[in-house]
């Protein structure tokens, strides 16, 4: 992607003999490109990083590099023994609360009987009032003898009352209690399958980051899978340049496994954030064609085209200071002389206002 341009004038100046004369080039017109450099890598489309979701070492590897998975296959287990034994628990637990909170529990069949005996008392207690009440209306009985008929009578609604309350509160306690044992053990059910490492869909497993017998902890980095049909380039791009990357630019990219080949792609998604662990923006792009024999994981480099122009008016990126200043040789001495750029690629300098093409001006500054 370099363009080499020649038509260098060398003049003699008059000065000091044995002096060498500075070299000396006119602008040029020619096509010039302006490209923004990115190391990155290729990387599977919507790659991601499978990680542990619990601790324990990793017993069993269920597939290999390369391997098509689909959606909750199971790729990679745990030793999960204390998962195990907290779900055989719980799930006694639950069966224990199940059969306390049955009709026919003894707790239940216990009050239950107490609220018969209770009622059948009332019953005898109503009965035995009504006579008292029939009674005293002949005069037959005292009012003391029919309060006392009352008072039993009450007694015994108050017992009914208390018994049947105490149902209801045994029976609201018994199933709160099978509630939570349900939930135990649902989520030891749960703990217990985050120890099987599943596929969240269908992928391809491109790397494999742990063998067996691995100690994993929580969060630990198991395995790399992406989709299996198309890569993708990750550029990173520091900060200087990032803000003259858009989307739909071309990247023209070279694999370090071939080089002077280069695969043309196009920018198509920019990351709105700074990764502190490479320093840079990362950029993704797209190949404009099919490729075939790459490989995830390749390291490219990368040149963004961020500007182009067919006819420019160009000088050589070594005659401009840092300042945007050149050498201008006149009839007897070189000038400083400040010029207006305009695309600036790594040999050359386009420049929009300040000079022509028959100006001539020193080539090293």
């Not at 900060?239 to 023209?252: A, C, D, N, P």
Request: hydrophobic share 40%; proline share 3%.
């Amino acid at each position: 992607m370099k363009q080499y341009f020649s038509i260098l004038v060398l003049l003699s100046l008059s000065g000091c003999f044995g002096k060498k004369a500075p070299e000396l080039v006119s602008p040029i017109v020619a096509p010039i490109t302006e490209a923004v450099f990115a190391p990155g890598q290729l990387e599977a489309r919507n790659q991601f990083t499978l990680t542990a979701i619990s601790e324990g070492y990793l017993r069993k590897s269920l597939v290999q590099e390369g391997d098509l998975v689909k959606e909750r296959q199971i790729l990679f287990v745990q030793d999960n023994t204390n998962a195990v034994i907290q779900e055989r628990s719980t799930a006694q637990n639950m069966r224990i609360s199940q059969k306390n909170a049955a009709d026919d529990s003894p707790v239940l069949l216990q009050l239950n009987a107490q609220l018969q005996s209770a009622q059948q008392k009332r019953g005898l207690d109503e009965i035995q009032l009504q006579r008292m009440k029939r009674l005293y209306a002949t005069r037959s009985v005292s009012k003391v003898e029919l309060d006392n008929a009352q008072l039993s009578y009450d007694n015994s609604e108050n017992t009914v009352r208390s018994i049947r309350e105490n149902i209801a509160a045994t029976k609201l306690s018994l199933d709160q209690a099978l509630i939570s044992s349900k939930s135990q053990y649902e989520t030891a059910v749960s703990n217990a399958s985050y120890f099987n490492i599943k596929s969240p869909g269908n992928y391809k497993v491109y790397k494999i980051l742990k063998k067996e017998g691995d100690m994993l902890k929580k969060a630990d980095p198991i395995a790399l899978l992406g989709e299996s049909e198309k890569l993708v380039v990750s550029l990173n791009v520091d900060e200087s340049s990032i803000s003259k990357v858009r989307t739909g630019q071309t990247v023209l990219v070279e694999m370090n496994t071939e080089k002077e080949k280069a695969y043309q792609a196009v920018i198509s998604k920019i990351y709105p954030y700074f990764d502190e662990n490479t320093q840079s923006f990362i950029v993704e792009a797209t190949f404009s064609q099919p490729t075939t024999g790459v490989i995830a994981g390749t390291l490219i480099q990368a040149n963004i085209i961020i500007g182009k122009k067919e006819k420019a008016l160009l000088i050589p990126r070594s005659s401009l200071n840092g300042n945007g200043q050149v050498m201008l040789a006149t009839e007897k001495k070189f000038l400083p002389h400040k010029i207006k750029t305009g695309i600036v690629s790594s040999e050359w300098v386009e420049v929009k206002d300040g000079l022509t093409v028959d100006d001539r001006i020193q080539l090293q500054y």
